[in-house]
């Protein structure tokens, strides 16, 4: 594609710093909202609880940008938590979904374009051979487990300490992200018995994977990761880490699963598999696939998929699962996500990550910016960090302050340093200096 036809920095105008007016109009909206919706959001990161303030209530997006209900206008860098690798409204995206919805928003019947979806989706990833839609990350690793204990006959269900799956039963325990930004280590309503199938063990900690197989050398249905950890900050895995869990879950007769919802179409059109030359059994997607709506899907070998109804035992359904105003979005952004797209998102991560290590470097605040491709986060840290012990004794205090001093400026970055940045192809060259230039301004407020 050609790189900046979203618009760039365009649509505000092209220079930032909107962010620092007032937010009555976001506080108002909070207030109501607080009646009637717990916490005053629907999904908890949202209320801005680990870096306090107002979460900002948001009117529009476009290209790079957000404008909120009081008029401020930020340089986005959450990109709805990192589906909007197109950035905001993008032209043909929003063609494409108003073009679908002009002939139904959905029929309960299948479509040609879900036939696209998938013929998309099994040509760009290898090893998967079959998909299933879905709406969201969520439903695509709790169907996907159930496949998995399914085919292979066995309960357990080994997953990494910080690693988000999305909330269901058997996937929340030690998960990251909004489950750490709360301090909740388990959450109340997951049964003793959900969470006793789940065995968790420390990201990168071989060791600890071979002591589970080895209590358990017949009860492990599925090894579940996200081959990048991405919801307690970026922590990639260590060199030999994938290849290894590939080849003991192999010799013990267990599956594994790629949760590539956050990695899937971000680190290119193979996501994690094609990076890493990794090919697990099973692989999620989300978040990228839809294209800003909600749909996700999960995939992979197909004498596995198969055994999905109709054509086998283990059931799984949705009413909206292929819904074609989702489907025609998520197919217009992938249609986009070319070599020279990612090589766009490359060179923009480069500039905005060499300029945010000089701004702290500057200011002789220490910073671990960890990174693979366009997704990466920042830590407060003198080490770098390889699992999620290391992630909560990173300092946060001090990421609340980042944020806060960023945001004043215009700079809408993720509102917990449990959260990945990510850059977007609408980012333009003056989005990211002026971003460079506002981090120089705030970490000298960060040594204190
Ligand atoms: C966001 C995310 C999920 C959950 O997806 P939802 O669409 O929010 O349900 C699952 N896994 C990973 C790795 C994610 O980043």
Not at 96 to 108: E, F, L, Q, T, V
Not at 139 to 155: F, N, P, Y
Not at 323 to 350: I, M, S, W
């Amino acid at each position: 594609m050609t790189v900046g036809a979203a618009g760039g920095g365009a649509a505000g105008g092209g220079t930032a710093g909107g962010g620092g007016g007032s937010s009555d109009s976001s506080q108002a909206l909070f207030d109501r909202a607080r009646a009637v919706i717990p916490g005053g959001v629907n999904s908890p990161v949202r209320a801005f609880r680990s870096v306090g303030g107002t979460p900002r209530f948001i009117a529009s997006g476009a290209g790079s940008r957000l404008t909120d209900v009081d008029g401020n206008d930020y340089v986005d860098y959450v990109c709805s938590w990192g589906p909007l690798i197109l950035g905001h409204a993008h032209p043909d995206i929003a063609a494409a979904a108003k073009a679908a919805i002009d002939k139904g928003s959905s029929y309960g019947a299948p479509t040609a374009a879900e036939v696209e979806l998938a013929e998309t989706i099994t040509e760009a990833v290898p090893g998967v051979g079959m998909i299933r839609c879905v709406s969201s990350g969520t439903e695509a690793t709790m169907s996907a487990i159930r496949l998995a204990r399914g085919a292979t006959g066995r309960d357990k269900v080994l997953k990494f300490a910080g690693h988000y799956h999305g909330h269901s039963d058997a996937l929340l325990a030690s998960a990251g992200s909004g489950v750490a930004t709360f301090g909740l280590p388990d959450s109340p309503g997951v049964t003793a018995g959900a969470a006793a199938d789940t065995i968790v063990v420390g990201w990168n900690d071989r060791a600890g994977v071979e002591s589970a197989f080895a209590k358990e050398p017949e009860g492990i249905a599925l090894v579940v990761c996200e081959p990048v950890a991405a919801n307690m900050g970026v922590v990639p895995p260590d060199p030999g880490f994938l290849e290894f869990l590939r080849d003991i879950t192999a010799s013990h007769g267990a599956l594994l699963l790629f949760d590539e919802v956050m990695t899937g179409f971000r680190l290119g059109r193979g996501g994690a598999v094609s990076h890493f030359g990794v090919i697990p059994d099973l692989v999620a997607f989300g978040k990228v696939v839809g294209g800003g709506f909600p749909l996700a899907a999960f995939g992979g070998r197909v004498d596995l998929m198969r055994r999905l109804a109709p054509e086998g035992p283990v059931y799984q359904a949705g009413t909206l699962s292929g819904n074609p105003v989702a489907v025609a979005a998520g197919l217009a952004q992938l249609r986009l996500l070319d070599d020279e797209a990612y090589a766009g998102l490359q060179r923009r991560a480069d500039r905005l990550i060499r300029g945010l290590s000089d701004a702290f470097a500057g200011a002789g605040v220490a910073a671990q910016i960890q990174r693979v491709n366009s997704m990466f986060s920042v830590f407060f840290a003198n080490e770098p960090v390889r699992d999620y012990d290391a992630a909560k004794a990173t300092d946060h205090g001090r990421y609340a302050r980042f944020f806060q001093g960023m945001l004043a400026r215009g700079h809408y970055l993720p509102p917990s340093g449990y959260e990945a940045v990510f850059v977007s192809l609408a980012h333009s060259e003056a989005d990211l200096d002026a971003t460079i230039a506002a981090a120089k301004d705030v970490a000298p407020e960060l040594v204190a």
